[in-house]
């Protein structure tokens, strides 16, 4: 099966993009799922950081470990340098297809890509997801809580994740917490 790129949102072919730039700029000539897990966490207004945020998981030192493992990967130098997906990067996007597809979504979003290297990515990426106790369980949870019931029917969903929580107030909690004007 092959995977078809035409079906990443925005937000997943900019991580894509960003993972391939990472990986010239360090002269590696394989795009790993630690690039991938890389651009994914730098993506500012992006789900994975939100996730992450949600579950206490410190980006800074994800990232300084990220750049660590991805500064030792075999370089190679000179203009003849190819870039090529490695097979447990071309692994975790089967399995973010058929992510999606268990979502019920149209398009493979950046959640799709967390669990999949979740799952899938062996390495590094996935001995520091579970290091930070990024589970299924907890990452489906806050999913639950950002994304509600929506379908990822077009490029663009995670700009509609949690608009009212990005946007708006809480009124109800605000009160809870005594932070709101009586006035």
Request: aromatic share 4%; glycine share 8%.
């Amino acid at each position: 099966m092959a995977f078809d790129t035409n079906r990443l949102t925005q937000k997943s072919q900019e991580a894509v993009l960003e993972a391939q730039n990472t990986a010239a700029r360090q002269g590696n000539s394989l795009v790993e799922p630690e690039h991938l897990f890389l651009a994914l966490t730098r993506q500012a207004e992006g789900v994975v950081p939100q996730i992450a945020q949600k579950l206490n998981v410190f980006l800074p030192a994800v990232t300084a470990r990220l750049e660590q493992v991805i500064a030792g990967m075999p370089c190679i130098s000179g203009s003849a340098a190819q870039l090529a997906m490695s097979g447990r990067l071309r692994d975790v996007f089967l399995t973010a297809h058929d992510e999606m597809e268990n979502f019920g979504d149209e398009y493979v979003s950046t959640e799709h890509l967390l669990l999949a290297l979740l799952s899938r990515a062996g390495g590094e990426t996935e001995k520091l997801l579970r290091e930070q106790g990024m589970t299924r369980e907890k990452i489906m949870a806050v999913l639950k809580e950002i994304r509600g019931s929506q379908r990822v029917t077009g490029q663009n969903p995670e700009g509609a994740y949690a608009a009212l929580e990005q946007y708006g107030r809480n009124l109800v909690d605000l009160a809870r917490r005594g932070k709101l004007d009586p006035v």
